[in-house]
Nanobody, 115 residues
Framework: QVTVVESGGGLVQPGGSLRLSCAAS????????MGWYRQTPGKQRELAAF???????NYADFVKGRFTISRDNGKNTGYLQMNSLQPEDTATYYC?????????WGQGTQVTVSS
């Protein structure tokens, strides 16, 4: 069993920044990959950023140049640095951790971008 907990969300003004964290704990032998998704009411969850075991990254077009995903393997923790936030970035952000046994989701953290 793996527990994933996101943190770092909140209210920020347009143009501001936030750093989300994703902490994984439990029966973890190795984390293969981590990803950040976001979802707004009535819409499907969409991938924002993904980082593989070797550190390779992939970004959705709507976050390229603004968001940076990273991970600390020693701490089983991932991060999403979000800069130049816009109102359309308002969503619940979810972290997913891929291990050899399954994919584990957190409960999400709310990000609201508003003046």
């Amino acid at each position: 069993q793996v527990t994933v907990v996101e943190s770092g969300g909140g209210l920020v003004q347009p143009g501001g920044s936030l750093r989300l964290s994703c902490a994984a704990s439990g029966s973890i032998f190795s984390i293969l990959a981590m990803g950040w998704y976001r979802q707004t009411p009535g819409k499907q969850r969409e991938l924002a950023a993904f980082i593989g075991s070797g550190g390779s990254t992939n970004y959705a077009d709507f976050v390229k140049g603004r968001f940076t995903i990273s991970r600390d393997n020693g701490k089983n923790t991932g991060y999403l640095q979000m800069n130049s936030l816009q109102p359309e970035d308002t969503a619940t952000y979810y972290c997913v951790v891929h291990t050899s046994s399954s994919a584990w989701w957190g409960q999400g953290t709310q990000v609201t971008v508003s003046s």
